[in-house]
């Protein structure tokens, strides 16, 4: 049995997660799901599998060693799948030394602890992975044309970014210096069910929903790529599986869309499709955000040539399913 220790499995990303591995392998596998069910932490993501036999929970720091080293002494751990993380841009720019403390030093023990669990007297032990999910974000800003690749530089340009910049660096670092077998990912906006209501999607969802105002930063022109959760979730299934061992992989969808074009697409669905009387006149401008980025962009050639993945959802069905799943939630 292949045994997967999440970390932030409570979160949006790493719930959507677990419950595509258990969709996908059902009783072959085991995931150990480690949370520190902050803000951002949700246990209701995971009401459908919480009784698996083959699931555990634990509440816990990735930042503890003790709990850290304990789950890999109880489990025979084959796979870390590394999703915890300080996400929201806001926040980090009011206090970053949380983001400092979760995605640096935190990042730090989880790898410090997989080594030493994982470790022989000629390098590692078969089958494992350690898997650190990252971000597009470390690349910094984009001008209106071309693409991340991974090959590009980072320029991290706010303390969220930076801070999994230096996650992302050390894993790298594990790998030049111990040839221990971490892979990244570098992924671009996901948006999906479950997703937390500060970040831009749900926060527009559930303020048309109570007929609220849309908040628009600066202009509403800044484009990022976005990609459906599920989507991402196979991505990350398929790298860890196939990836090779100190490689990084970007994964995106080529779905760019800037923040007036997203407001516009949750209003006509709104209005088509379940009768709602939303306008424009939703949409307020609000002050920019500082160190706003004004464009992100992915080229996901490397793991369409190398692993035979890409996106299956458009960002326009990928919204029907996310509104859809936000208005139950109302009932």
């Known amino acids: 049995m292949i045994t997967y220790f999440v970390t932030g499995g409570a979160g949006f990303i790493g719930s959507n997660f677990i419950k595509f591995i258990f969709e996908k392998y059902g009783d072959k596998v085991r995931v150990i799901n480690l949370d520190l069910l902050t803000y951002a932490g949700n246990m209701d993501n995971l009401l459908e599998i919480k009784d698996f036999p083959e699931y555990r929970f634990i509440q816990g720091d990735i930042c503890d060693k003790k709990v850290v080293e304990g789950i890999f002494n109880a489990y025979d751990i ?44 000629d390098g590692f032990k078969d089958g494992r992975r350690f898997l650190y999910i990252s971000t597009d974000e470390v690349y910094g800003e984009l001008g209106m044309e071309g693409y991340f690749t991974e ?32 892979v990244r990912t570098r992924c671009s906006n996901n948006f999906g069910p479950g997703q937390f209501n500060e970040k831009l999607i749900p926060l527009f969802i559930t303020n048309c929903i109570h007929h609220k105002k ?106 029907q399913k996310t509104i859809a799943w936000y208005l139950k939630l109302q009932v």
Not at 91 to 117: W, Y
Not at 154 to 171: E, I, W
Not at 294 to 311: P, T
Request: proline share 4%; with cysteine; glycine share 6%.
């Open 214 to 319: 849309l908040p628009v930063y600066g202009d509403g022109l800044a484009v990022r790529d976005w990609i459906y959760v599920t989507d991402h979730c196979k991505a990350v299934d398929l790298v860890l599986t196939k990836g090779n061992p100190g490689e990084v992989y970007n994964i995106g969808s080529h779905n760019e869309k800037n923040t007036l074009e997203i407001a516009e697409i949750i209003l006509r669905i709104l209005n088509e499709k379940y009768n709602f009387d939303v306008s424009g006149d939703n949409i307020t401008f609000i002050p920019d955000r500082k160190g706003h980025d004004r464009r992100y962009a992915i080229d996901s050639g490397k793991i369409k040539r190398e692993l035979g993945w890409s996106s299956e959802i458009s960002f326009y069905d990928g919204m």
């Open 78 to 121: 084959s796979y870390v799948v590394h999703f915890a993380a300080e996400t929201h841009v806001d926040r980090s720019i009011e206090d970053a030394e949380v983001f400092v403390r979760t995605n640096v030093m935190g990042t730090l023990n989880l790898l410090n602890c997989a080594k030493k669990a994982w470790e022989t007297q």
């Open 151 to 182: 090959a590009s530089p980072f320029v991290p340009r706010n303390p969220y970014s930076v801070t999994k910049a230096s996650g992302d660096m050390m894993c790298r670092v594990f790998y030049e210096t111990y040839r221990f077998p971490v």
